[in-house]
């Protein structure tokens, strides 16, 4: 494996794990409020209680580090074929997002049944859109501008 991405992966999995999994702590906490002012201890008791959600979102956190792993690769990949900072920023966002939720959307699908199947859809594509969008003019391009300074840093310091 090429040490350059190695340092695109690592990048990627240390920022946005800390972004990632604060925004889905949030975002879950918020959706525990709206869904009958559950909140504190009663509110995490009654999504543990509703095992197709809790396993869904508990497999949305766990595929977080591996589609950042894998898309912070890929951005070193991009970075080096010489495409913009932006362009690779919006790839690794949408990447990211669109794994992640879709693993969401299945688990729902397969432990929720077809019961809402089309609405479910929808759902899921909005969050991957708009997240994608907002994720690569914020948190993706943070993340890819520091992956191009690493590699920079790392070709500089090996000459």
Same mark, same amino acid.
């Given at each position: 494996?090429?040490?350059?991405?190695?340092?695109?992966?690592? %990048?990627?999995?240390?920022? /946005?794990?800390?972004?990632? !999994?604060? $925004?889905? $702590?949030?975002?879950? $906490?918020?959706?525990?409020?709206?869904?009958?002012? !559950?909140?504190?201890?009663?509110? *995490?008791?009654?999504?543990?209680? +509703?095992?197709?959600?809790? *396993?869904?979102?508990? &497999? &949305? +956190?766990?595929?977080?580090?591996?589609?950042?792993?894998?898309?912070?690769?890929?951005?070193? #990949?991009? !970075?080096?074929?010489?495409?913009?900072? *932006?362009? =690779?920023?919006?790839?690794?966002?949408? /990447?990211?997002?669109?794994?992640?939720?879709? %693993? @969401?959307?299945?688990?729902? &699908?397969?432990?929720?049944?077809?019961?809402?199947?089309?609405?479910?859809? &929808?759902?899921?594509? /909005?969050?991957?859109? %708009?997240?994608?969008?907002? =994720?690569? +003019? =914020? @948190?993706?391009? +943070?993340?890819? #501008?520091? =992956?191009?300074?690493?590699?920079?840093?790392?070709?500089?310091?090996?000459?």
């Amino acid at each position: 494996m090429n040490k350059n991405e190695n340092i695109g992966a690592k %990048v990627a999995l240390i920022n /946005g794990m800390t972004f990632g !999994l604060g $925004f889905l $702590f949030i975002m879950t $906490f918020i959706g525990l409020m709206f869904s009958g002012g !559950l909140l504190g201890l009663i509110g *995490i008791g009654a999504l543990l209680s +509703y095992n197709s959600l809790f *396993i869904s979102l508990a &497999l &949305l +956190y766990l595929t977080l580090p591996i589609a950042l792993w894998i898309f912070g690769k890929r951005n070193t #990949k991009s !970075l080096n074929q010489g495409k913009s900072i *932006i362009k =690779t920023s919006a790839e690794f966002s949408f /990447g990211v997002n669109f794994i992640i939720w879709i %693993v @969401f959307l299945f688990s729902q &699908l397969v432990f929720s049944g077809f019961e809402n199947y089309l609405t479910l859809n &929808l759902i899921v594509i /909005g969050i991957i859109i %708009v997240l994608g969008f907002l =994720t690569t +003019y =914020t @948190f993706g391009f +943070y993340i890819v #501008k520091l =992956t191009k300074e690493k590699i920079k840093a790392s070709v500089q310091h090996s000459i």
